[in-house]
């Protein structure tokens, strides 16, 4: 071993570090990183919890009870709930996906087109930009304040809830409609191009078949947030389940709450089911609720 250990030194090779790699005069092994970023990133973090439960002012002692009382209330909502009030409940439901459909097609009327001018590619930057300056700002604002502007003119009726539902959809669709369309194969957008087609035919034969199938999907998954939306909207006076849930609410009449929550519960769970067998048609090609696909898959992990 020192005879090899004196020929390589002879020889004038590199020495080798401990790991058997060379090492070369004047290379110096590289620092290890600083972690004080990371540091820094979790100080913030966590001056940011601290704050947001002191800002709550959390009582400890109310949280211990809290499974106490929750037991309670809901003894009192379904033991037993008040059936006698199932027509009714189904009533105000109906009034609530009423409000959920209506706010959605207008807002896939009025989004379409708007979506089409924020496309790139389809129209300039001073049409685009506004646009969708425009759909950030709805997003931001939820439904039921946009509800509580228009009380004022409309009233507390399930039109203003319709409308409010309509106005939300208009920023989440025309997003989800401009991506959709800018995400397609640029290859028939190009064909179409070179053979002089107008932008209505490129976005007719170019675009359209491609973004479809999205752009539905994207209609029918709105079609169910607008359907839990309309039941909270209806807590500020716009009609619906929710206005009859809050009215119970207040008169802790816990019976008819009950029935209330399992009716909501069920029709929601029902459309969810059926929205999503529609948008398994138009993305897979075959009709089957999302539950049925849910446990294929399942299935097919386990015989594999």
Known sequence: MTALTDTGAASGAAPRSATGTPHRPGQERPKRPLRIGRAIVWVVVTVVVVAAFWGVDISWDALLQ???????????????????????????????????????????IVSFPLSLLATRGLTPAFVRWPLRALFAVL?????VVIAVLMLSVTGLTAYTGALAIAIGSI???????????????????????????????????????????DVLAFWLYRFEI????????????????????????????????????????????????????????IIAGRWELPVVSALRRRASRVTS
């Open 226 to 281: 607008n359907v839990r939306a309309s039941a909270i909207l209806g807590l500020i006076g716009a009609g619906g389940i929710g206005k009859m849930l809050i009215d119970n609410i207040q008169f802790r009449v816990w019976d008819v709450v009950g029935i209330l929550m399992l009716v909501v519960v069920v029709v929601t769970m029902v459309i969810d089911q059926l929205s999503g067998m529609v948008r398994h048609r």
């Open 171 to 213: 920023g989440t669709l025309g997003k989800w409609g401009y991506e959709s369309f800018e995400s397609v194969d640029r290859g028939p957008i190009e064909a179409a191009t070179a053979a002089g087609a107008s932008r209505v035919r490129i976005m007719r034969w170019g675009v359209w078949p491609s973004a479809k199938p």
């Open 66 to 108: 809290l499974p106490q009382k929750l037991a309670h209330y809901l003894g009192l909502m379904f033991l037993p709930p008040a059936w006698s009030k199932l027509p009714d409940a189904l009533s105000a439901t109906m009034l609530s996906v009423a409000m959920a459909w209506f706010g959605t097609v207008l807002g896939v």
């Open 139 to 143: 997003r931001a604002v939820p439904e």
